[in-house]
């Protein structure tokens, strides 16, 4: 089924939603059209001094993942995490007028941008030789770490992946553009993470994910396993029992999410349910409705608040995928009706719904499609904002200070 369209411009939807603010509207447009960088942009970009990209887990729309910038900041101080977008698909430009970064739409500036300064440990290398920034990557205020980067479901056994993924075809083309390793040595963890805080107050939170891994005595026990070995390495660093470390996993057990708890740092969990609504699911995640199933997810993640506690754990969504054709829902708002439906209910058992907005990257079986409209994003947005509100729920360790590409979580600071 095809979803009927009518999508308002930027200016209209600002015009109808007045209190929604005007950055982080601008951020969910960059977002989801995408942005190109122009020559004059890329000359303004000094690898010396700017984050360069590589170092993500997922890659972009063009297909290409170095030579370019790895985000920006905006001026409210939050950052931007962008994807790379040919031009056919109508992206915001990044140009560059007197000396100056600016987001560019139809050859007129719109917001001025600076590019992330790069972290002084991304420049050295273990002792076993391996690029720090290839350990531990970053972002203006969190580190993130990924100790195992392939997914086992798009191996030949587990299910076919999830169709807006592009995570192994990623690895494939880090290993070989930029020596991306696919696990982690521990002493490599250690070292990296060593020089990273000789930084002192950059970092406010640290991100552990990885690929899932279904192996094991029963499924998921060897990513339990890998887990506790990385996170107890990182904790090594530190004198308190917890630290502000979010782990995004795969929904696993309650028996396994309380070893994880008990035997190391971690003091929140993200379990990716990637879409809300089950019939989407199957069809989006058919790896993890294979291995886990839509009903158990959301009840590990019940399981998951009894182990890690009250505004602990919530789960990511890719917001707009349901709307990827063919699909059941014939509107936007029948859409959006369905996703804030299962939000409230995951909220009312004190689990909260976040997204990001989807990009069809390149390297995922969704390549080319398209994503929703600006009104659609808004709406989710506030629509998500105003469930954790009304359910008093806190999302502090996942918000526009740790990581910044949730577009319901940027509105924590100002709703």
């Given at each position: 089924?095809?979803?009927?369209?009518?999508?308002?411009?930027?200016?209209?939807?600002?015009?109808?939603?007045?209190?929604?603010?005007?950055?982080?509207?601008?951020?969910?447009?960059?977002?989801?059209?995408?942005?190109?960088?122009?020559?004059?942009?890329?000359?303004?970009?000094?690898?010396?001094?700017?984050?360069?990209?590589?170092?993500?887990?997922?890659?972009?729309?063009?297909?290409?993942?170095?030579?370019?910038?790895?985000?920006?900041?905006?001026?409210?101080?939050?950052?931007?995490?962008?994807?790379?977008?040919?031009?056919?698909?109508?992206?915001?430009?990044?140009?560059?007028?007197?000396?100056?970064?600016?987001?560019?739409?139809?050859g007129k500036p719109i917001e001025e941008v600076f590019y992330w300064?790069?972290?002084?440990?991304y420049d050295k290398k273990t002792s076993g030789g391996i690029a720090?920034?290839?350990?531990?990557?970053?972002?203006?205020?969190?580190?993130?770490?990924?100790?195992?980067?392939?997914?086992?479901?798009?191996?030949?056994?587990?299910?076919?992946?999830?169709?807006?993924?592009?995570?192994?075809?990623?690895?494939?083309?880090?290993?070989?553009?930029?020596?991306?390793?696919?696990?982690?040595?521990?002493?490599?963890?250690?070292?990296?993470?060593?020089?990273?805080?000789?930084?002192?107050?950059?970092?406010?939170a640290i991100c552990v994910t990885g690929g899932s891994d279904i192996?094991?005595?029963?499924?998921?026990?060897?990513?339990?396993?890998?887990?506790?070995?990385?996170?107890?390495?990182?904790?090594?660093?530190?004198?308190?029992?917890?630290?502000?470390?979010?782990?995004?996993?795969?929904?696993?057990?309650?028996?396994?999410?309380?070893?994880?708890?008990?035997?190391?740092?971690?003091?929140?969990?993200?379990?990716?349910?990637?879409?809300?609504?089950?019939?989407?699911?199957?069809?989006?995640?058919?790896?993890?409705?294979?291995?886990?199933?839509?009903?158990?997810?959301?009840?590990?993640?019940?399981?998951?608040?009894?182990?890690?506690?009250?505004?602990?754990?919530?789960?990511?969504?890719?917001?707009?995928?349901?709307?990827?054709?063919?699909?059941?829902?014939?509107?936007?708002?029948?859409?959006?009706?369905?996703?804030?439906?299962?939000?409230?209910?995951?909220?009312?058992?004190?689990?909260?719904?976040?997204?990001?907005?989807?990009?069809?990257?390149?390297?995922?079986?969704?390549?080319?499609?398209?994503?929703?409209?600006?009104?659609?994003?808004?709406?989710?947005?506030?629509?998500?904002?105003?469930?954790?509100?009304?359910?008093?729920?806190?999302?502090?360790?996942?918000?526009?200070?740790?990581?910044?590409?949730?577009?319901?979580?940027?509105?924590?600071?100002?709703?």
């Amino acid at each position: 089924m095809s979803v009927q369209r009518s999508e308002l411009t930027f200016d209209e939807v600002a015009a109808k939603y007045p209190d929604f603010p005007r950055l982080p509207l601008l951020k969910i447009d960059i977002q989801r059209r995408g942005v190109l960088y122009s020559d004059a942009a890329l000359e303004l970009f000094d690898p010396a001094v700017h984050q360069g990209g590589g170092t993500h887990i997922f890659g972009n729309r063009d297909g290409k993942i170095t030579g370019r910038p790895e985000g920006m900041w905006l001026r409210d101080g939050t950052s931007l995490v962008v994807t790379t977008a040919p031009i056919e698909q109508n992206p915001y430009i990044i140009d560059a007028i007197d000396g100056k970064l600016y987001v560019a739409d139809q050859g007129k500036p719109i917001e001025e941008v600076f590019y992330w300064e790069k972290p002084d440990y991304y420049d050295k290398k273990t002792s076993g030789g391996i690029a720090m920034q290839n350990v531990i990557s970053a972002r203006p205020q969190r580190l993130s770490l990924s100790p195992y980067r392939y997914c086992w479901f798009w191996s030949d056994e587990g299910g076919g992946g999830c169709k807006f993924c592009d995570i192994v075809s990623n690895l494939k083309q880090a290993k070989n553009e930029v020596a991306m390793p696919t696990k982690l040595d521990l002493t490599d963890i250690r070292e990296t993470l060593n020089e990273a805080l000789k930084e002192r107050g950059r970092y406010t939170a640290i991100c552990v994910t990885g690929g899932s891994d279904i192996r094991g005595e029963t499924p998921f026990d060897s990513e339990a396993d890998y887990y506790i070995e990385a996170l107890r390495a990182v904790g090594e660093s530190f004198s308190a029992p917890k630290i502000p470390i979010q782990l995004i996993c795969t929904a696993m057990k309650k028996d396994q999410l309380q070893r994880i708890y008990d035997n190391t740092p971690v003091s929140s969990v993200t379990m990716d349910i990637e879409t809300l609504d089950e019939e989407q699911f199957n069809r989006v995640c058919p790896g993890k409705a294979k291995w886990i199933g839509y009903k158990e997810m959301k009840r590990r993640l019940f399981d998951a608040v009894e182990v890690f506690g009250e505004n602990r754990v919530n789960t990511g969504t890719v917001g707009g995928v349901e709307l990827a054709e063919p699909t059941r829902f014939r509107s936007e708002d029948e859409a959006l009706e369905r996703y804030l439906s299962e939000a409230d209910d995951l909220a009312a058992h004190g689990v909260s719904a976040i997204h990001c907005v989807w990009n069809p990257n390149q390297g995922s079986a969704f390549a080319g499609r398209r994503n929703g409209s600006l009104e659609y994003y808004v709406r989710l947005a506030q629509g998500l904002q105003e469930i954790r509100r009304r359910h008093n729920l806190l999302i502090d360790f996942d918000d526009y200070r740790r990581c910044g590409n949730h577009p319901d979580t940027d509105l924590a600071r100002v709703f």
